[in-house]
C-alpha cells in the first residue's frame, strides 16, 4: 500500500497551526502535516538541507502570508521556478487585505488562498478548487 503524500504548513503563528490541525482532523485527514515556522526553515525544508535532509517531499504547501523572515514572494518564487517543486499546490493563508494584495502581486500565481479565520467547509473548497483532495487520505467509515 502506499503512503499518502506528506502536507508541509508554512506558518509563523501556533494559533494558525492549531487551527489547520484541528480543521483537517475534523475532515477525517490522515495525511502527516509537518510545520515551518518561518521562511529560512522552508527554504531548508524544500531544499532537503540540515535538520531536514530525509524531510519527504510535500504533496501540498499551506503558506501563511505573514510567514516570518524573508518575502513570502521569493518563497512562492522558488516553489513555482523549482522543476522539483513546481507541481506542488500551493494555498496562502491570509489574514489581511495587505497580505491579499501582496500575494495578488507576487510574480507567479498561487494555485489558491483562504482567509483566515476559516472553518472546515471553506478549507475543504480551497482544497478541492486546486484539486488537493485527490493528494489527501481520508479516514473511511468502518465497514459492517
Known sequence: MQRAADGLLFAGRIDDLRQIRHSLQQAKV????HHVGDAVEARA??????PYT???????VL?????????????ITELKTN?????IPVIVLLGSESERRLIENCRFTVDGSIRKPFDLPELVQ???SVDAL???????????
Open 54 to 60: 530525509l524531510a519527504p517531499s510535500p504533496g501540498l
Open 63 to 75: 503558506l501563511d502570508a505573514s510567514l516570518p523572515r524573508k518575502s513570502v514572494d521569493d518563497l
Open 30 to 33: 490522515q495525511n502527516r502535516l
Open 83 to 87: 522543476a522539483q517543486l513546481a507541481g
Open 126 to 128: 480551497v482544497l478541492n
Open 45 to 50: 525544508y524544500l531544499r532537503q538541507e540540515g
Open 134 to 144: 485527490s493528494f489527501l487520505r481520508v479516514q473511511s467509515p468502518p465497514t459492517r
